[in-house]
């Protein structure tokens, strides 16, 4: 239910608890992200296409993760436990990536995994649950929500970025730890401002007995840590999650399909039906957006590290710093993109979903060949300038606002209330497998394997020859969409 008291624009007052709770756990998942690449090839000597591929599989697991984590708390923990092993479990990653080595790098990120499964999947239903069901608050409150996430995305592509780079990567890993400590600390003392948001506790199947005299929560609590190895595995043997991923993207497929025929039955029409063959669709396509959207971690940022003329009155920018753009665009024009649709709603000129994602691939594709543009202005020491990456992010930020706010809510409205829950698990897979599939993408540009380097030339050659056919790949699915804008419709039966 509602919490009554409220803070800002008349919101609940736990709003703003969990908005800073929030804020600094981005800012530890980022300030991770923004350098792990780096790290991997300058510190542990990893060849281009292993860290893509390590990065790849982290990041994938990252937004797997969320899928279990909120089944669990959903069943057993309760939300507000849930995000507080989320948080102790991040932190303890982030500092354990201290001990310096590769082993304790892949421990860190086993429990950062797991960590982000609890605190990512439950925080946001918590701030749901503020609400009460027919609030008309609750769209603005989540987007206030959401400028957190972006706030944390910015300080921790600019503050932990340059710390990282500047003084040494442990201290950036450190404050990126650090970060996460505030984020539990402000969760667990404004406890009461959100106290009146249901399903916080251990559940009633939670404090059922379990064995060895601890309940079910506890038991799950412990089981939990066994994910850490697991997540270790999975990562160092990253080809098996082709066949993890790829199985459960078919099983989900088959259980979506099933459940809108089952719909179906009761109602004796194939609207369920066809809706979910839209929503397979729509993952298809968004894993595409996400796959090429991510090399920002990876392919970009050692491209910028190698050839980008980062210098900006005798200061050189980090390379890893270069990531902030996309969080800086996001909040300079994440306001106007929300006013935008509203006016162009109100003319009935708003772009249909389908015309959405495809003018947000559209977007990405320009991206990727700003630099051939780039390449225009190369400098002696084979260095694009700056403002390649900046047009570069500032396209790849309107396409994703074209696309990235409307994809949950998209999903509720194609689901059935009875599958709701596993068809935005089938949402978040699509993102995972995104990640994943973004190392392979990221690894082909590879130029140092740890043995044989290619030149600055040659490396500028390859990095701006692969980005350009991603760019014309991305332009022909972009058409592909366009074309197929009416019978995607169709298939949505009146889902706007």
């Not at 697991?230 to 459940?259: E, H, P, Q, R, V």
């Not at 047009?391 to 409205?413: D, N, R």
Request: proline share 3%; charged share 15%; hydrophobic share 50%.
């Amino acid at each position: 239910m509602s919490d009554k008291k409220t803070s800002i624009q008349g919101h609940p007052k736990g709003l703003m608890t969990l908005f800073f709770s929030e804020m600094w756990e981005r800012f530890c998942y980022y300030g991770m992200r923004v350098l792990l690449t780096l790290y991997l090839v300058k510190s542990l000597m990893k060849g281009d296409a292993d860290a893509a591929l390590i990065y790849g599989a982290y990041t994938g697991l990252i937004y797997a993760a969320p899928i279990i984590g909120g089944k669990l708390a959903d069943k057993y923990l309760g939300y507000r436990n849930a995000v507080l092993l989320g948080a102790i479990l991040m932190s303890l990653g982030e500092f354990l990536i201290l001990g310096g080595t590769e082993q304790f790098l892949m421990i860190g990120m086993g429990a950062l995994i797991v960590g982000n499964g609890y605190f990512k999947a439950n925080i946001s239903t918590i701030v749901g649950k503020l609400y009460d069901d027919n609030d008309p608050r609750r769209d603005s409150g989540f987007t206030i929500f959401y400028i957190g996430i972006n706030i944390g995305a910015l300080l921790a592509t600019t503050v932990v970025a340059y710390v990282g780079e500047t003084y040494g990567f442990k201290y950036g890993f450190g404050l990126a730890g650090f970060g996460m400590l505030m984020g539990l600390i402000i969760f667990w003392t404004g406890r009461k401002n959100y106290a009146l948001a249901p399903g916080l506790g251990i559940t009633e199947e939670g404090r059922k007995k379990g064995f060895a005299g601890l309940n079910k929560a506890q038991i799950v609590g412990i089981l939990s840590l066994l994910i850490i190895p697991i997540s270790y595995w999975l990562i160092t043997n990253n080809s098996w999650l082709d066949y993890l991923l790829l199985g459960l993207f078919i099983f989900i497929s088959f259980s979506l399909i099933k459940a809108g025929k089952d719909a179906d039955n009761l109602e004796k029409v194939s609207i369920w039906r066809d809706r979910m063959i839209a929503l397979l669709i729509f993952m298809i396509i968004n894993i595409t957006f996400w796959a090429c959207f991510e090399q920002a971690g990876t392919s970009l940022t050692l491209f910028a590290d190698r050839n980008v003329d980062r210098s900006i009155l005798g200061w050189e920018m980090p390379a890893s710093m270069t990531q902030f753009f996309n969080p800086f665009f996001i909040i300079v024009f994440g306001s106007i993109f929300s006013v935008m649709w509203v006016k162009l709603s109100a003319i009935g000129k708003n772009p249909s979903l389908p015309m959405k994602f495809a003018l947000g691939i559209f977007q990405l594709g320009l991206g990727f060949l700003v630099t051939q543009v780039g390449l225009q202005f190369v400098n002696e020491s084979f260095q694009v300038p700056l403002l390649t990456l900046l047009f570069l992010y500032l396209l790849h930020t309107t396409g994703e606002l074209f696309l990235s706010p409307i994809g949950l809510s998209m999903v509720t409205k194609l689901a059935p209330k009875n599958i709701a829950g596993t068809a935005m698990g089938a949402w978040f897979l699509s993102f995972a497998i995104a990640n994943y599939l973004g190392g392979k993408i990221a690894a082909l540009t590879g130029g140092h394997d740890g043995e044989v380097a290619l030149t600055v030339s040659e490396g500028l050659d390859k990095y701006t020859s692969i980005f350009a056919t991603i760019g014309i790949v991305l332009l022909g699915i972009a058409l592909l969409i366009a074309i197929f804008n009416k019978p995607l419709k169709k298939l949505m039966h009146g889902v706007e």
